[in-house]
């Protein structure tokens, strides 16, 4: 079962286009969401986003 943490780090991280400005708006690191969204890809087996060093898009995964 997929709990509702990573999907709210994936959600906001998607909505905002980085993990920075998405860790502010929840209070929490980048590194944490970045963890988060990480093992969200691990349980889906699917990349979710395209990751750079300044911002991140969604796959087409992810956009489904």
Do not use: W, Y
């Amino acid at each position: 079962m997929i709990s509702i943490q990573p999907l709210l780090a994936f959600a906001e991280t998607a909505k905002r286009g980085n993990f920075a400005a998405a860790s502010r708006e929840l209070g929490c690191t980048p590194s944490t969401l970045a963890k988060a969204v990480s093992r969200l890809e691990a349980q889906l087996h699917v990349r979710l986003f395209h990751r750079t060093t300044r911002r991140v898009t969604l796959t087409d995964e992810g956009e489904r």
